[in-house]
């Protein structure tokens, strides 16, 4: 059964259910990265907003919503509030939604501005520190043994290429694996072990595990000592009047 009229029904039912109204809805994870397996599941992460009485009670309510559907559906999302909150502090999530190959439903007003503001919220030491940390314990929790699984190079991959896009452009990573490894600034080499990687993972199965290739183990260990050495040099001032956001809170409560 094709999935996109199932999210768009339980995207329908959760605005239904708790007068909410979506105002972004995409896919997150290995299938908006570009690689996931067939059995993934589909992780759909969502921005909704209240009627404006909501945002004027003394005591703040829930700000999540997160349900399990059947069909290995993952739905999860954020208040207009707490979404706008984290947007600011350049929590990248959102920032991949926005930019996620797979988008189910969004207001184009809203997701619009928010594309237009990112530059002004995006601050490349936090992003790299992000996308370190999971490259690393990513490393460190399952590819430092002998036997590891083609899966988890992915996992470290796409956070480790995510840095060096930081590196050379100083802007929020693309959302989609294939984009970052078609940047100027990864080598012929890099792209031609990549390719093959993808090409085994194509047939190996999802349990299957193998040794990981010296060279390749080498390679990472020295990305992730590159990247921590240069991190703190990527910090900047940042001074952002948050005067946009209040407006599109306003503008997009109802």
Do not use: N, Q
């Given at each position: 059964m094709p999935m996109t009229p199932a999210i768009l029904d339980a995207l329908t039912q959760?605005?239904?259910?708790?007068?909410?109204?979506?105002?972004?809805?995409?896919?997150?994870?290995?299938?908006?990265?570009?690689?996931?397996?067939?059995?993934?599941?589909?992780?759909?992460?969502?921005?909704?907003?209240?009627?404006?009485?909501?945002?004027?009670?003394?005591?703040?309510?829930?700000?999540?919503?997160?349900?399990?559907?059947?069909?290995?559906?993952?739905?999860?999302?954020?208040?207009?509030?707490?979404?706008?909150?984290?947007?600011?502090?350049?929590n990248v999530a959102p920032y991949e939604w926005l930019g996620s190959p797979i988008i189910y439903r969004e207001d184009a007003a809203f997701t619009g501005r928010l594309r237009e503001l990112l530059p002004q919220y995006f601050q490349p030491a936090a992003a790299l520190h992000h996308y370190l940390g999971t490259a690393r314990t990513t490393f460190n929790d399952h590819l430092a043994g002998e036997a590891v699984r083609l899966k988890k190079v992915f996992y470290f991959l796409r956070p480790i290429l995510a840095c060096r896009w930081i590196e050379h452009a100083a802007s929020q990573p693309p959302t989609a694996f294939a984009e970052l490894v078609a940047a100027d600034w990864v080598d012929a080499d890099e792209r031609g072990t990549i390719n093959e990687l993808q090409r085994r993972k194509l047939l190996a199965s999802e349990g299957d595990s193998e040794a990981l290739d010296p060279a390749l183990k080498h390679w990472m260990q020295q990305q992730l000592e590159h990247f921590t050495r240069i991190g703190p040099s990527l910090a900047r001032k940042r001074e952002v009047d948050n005067g946009e956001l209040d407006a599109l809170l306003a503008a997009f409560c109802f």
């Open positions: 959760v605005e239904a259910e708790r007068g909410v109204r979506v105002l972004l809805a995409a896919e997150s994870g290995s299938r908006a990265w570009g690689f996931a397996s067939p059995d993934s599941d589909y992780d759909v992460r969502f921005v909704y907003a209240h009627p404006r009485d909501w945002y004027l009670r003394v005591f703040e309510g829930r700000d999540v919503i997160e349900r399990m559907l059947p069909g290995d559906l993952d739905l999860s999302g954020w208040d207009l509030r707490k979404a706008l909150r984290l947007y600011t502090r350049c």
